[in-house]
């Protein structure tokens, strides 16, 4: 088989009457060229079928034009984030390399490791613990979950990290705002990870002081045994719920750490004959594509996780080319969307 001739910067200089320093600046986004000469240079490009040599040029510039985005597992959860990044990406030279970490602390000094090994230029990242980050010298963006605020206060922490993330804490204070409005005092909540080791386990208590400020803001008191730890999978979710189920008189109101779960706690809920939402009122977190085709229709607290992705592309853009040099943080704030279930 015939190999194809690689096709060179000077063979589009030649072809465009133009230097070989003006076909680099242009490819590379320079806006130096006038526009007329960057139409012509990018056409016989495409007509040549020329491909940028990543290798050779990541050494002429000392950047490889890659991003690494680490995320904690490759299941739905997180597909409307990826999809926002790869779009973001979509029109500039950079690719992504995705990564889970299975959200274990040792798979994520792992993943850091093979991407400062490609090298990457900076990680984008839904982390599992801060201390991976503390030698990593390339621009990070922590995403989706951060430890902004203090988990006993519940106040904004300063940092010089940077991040994007929905405001956790507002999200769950208006969820629990939402559910006393319908159910009164009679609510529970289930929550994630306990572990304030984890960045996970940290969130979820962030969540909790929302909980906590819902409740004091309508003068009610905080009763611990109306709080549930660890609904971690859709098994743990229909255990969780199988207790509650015990010690709850309907109608009562259930919130859950996220729409994936509450799949779990509907499951369990309808098994033992209980009609939502006429005796459980359920609201999830998150808002997934798929909380709108539960049954019953999941009401949940809307997090923007496709323009998560694309903030955090856009802030890492920025970073790397030196157009910020303070950090960067962005909070979102969550809407309560109302379905069928409450």
Not at 60 to 72: E, H, Q, W
Not at 90 to 95: G, H, N
Not at 125 to 148: A, N
Request: some cysteine; hydrophobic content about 35%; aromatic content about 8%.
């Amino acid at each position: 088989m015939k190999r194809e001739k690689t096709v060179r910067l000077s063979d589009i200089a030649n072809k465009a009457g133009v230097s070989v320093s003006a076909v680099s600046k242009t490819l590379n986004g320079s806006s130096e060229i006038p526009a007329a000469t960057q139409e012509r240079i990018m056409a016989i490009a495409r007509e040549l079928n020329y491909h940028p040599n990543f290798s050779a040029r990541s050494l002429r510039l000392g950047k490889s034009r890659i991003i690494g985005v680490i995320i904690p597992n490759n299941d739905f959860s997180y597909n409307q984030v990826l999809t926002g990044i790869s779009k973001a990406l979509q029109d500039t030279d950079y690719t992504p390399i995705f990564i889970s970490t299975k959200d274990d602390p040792e798979y994520e000094k792992a993943a850091i490791k093979k991407l400062l090994s490609i090298p990457v230029d900076g990680i984008l990242s839904v982390p599992v613990s801060m201390d991976s980050y503390k030698k990593v010298l390339v621009p990070v963006v922590f995403m989706s979950r951060y430890p902004y605020r203090d988990t006993k206060t519940g106040k904004i922490r300063k940092t010089d990290d940077n991040y994007v993330i929905t405001d956790d804490y507002e999200g769950q204070k208006l969820a629990t705002s939402k559910l006393i409005d319908i159910c009164g005092e009679n609510i529970y909540i289930l929550l994630g990870s306990d572990n304030l080791k984890t960045v996970a386990g940290i969130k979820e208590h962030i969540r909790l002081c929302g909980y906590r400020q819902a409740l004091e803001e309508r003068s009610i008191p905080f009763n611990p045994d109306r709080v549930f730890w660890n609904t971690t999978s859709l098994e743990n979710a229909c255990r969780i719920t199988e207790e509650v189920y015990k010690i709850a008189s309907p109608p009562f109101g259930l919130m859950v750490a996220n729409d994936y779960f509450a799949i779990g706690v509907i499951n369990s809920l309808t098994r033992h004959g209980l009609n939502i939402p006429k005796q459980v009122k359920i609201i999830g977190f998150d808002d997934l594509e798929m909380a709108a085709y539960l049954t019953p229709p999941l009401s949940t607290i809307h997090c923007s996780r496709y323009t998560l992705g694309t903030c955090a592309i856009q802030h890492m853009l920025s970073i790397i080319q030196n157009k910020n040099r303070e950090a960067i943080q962005t909070i979102f704030q969550p809407e309560y969307k109302a379905r069928s279930s409450t």
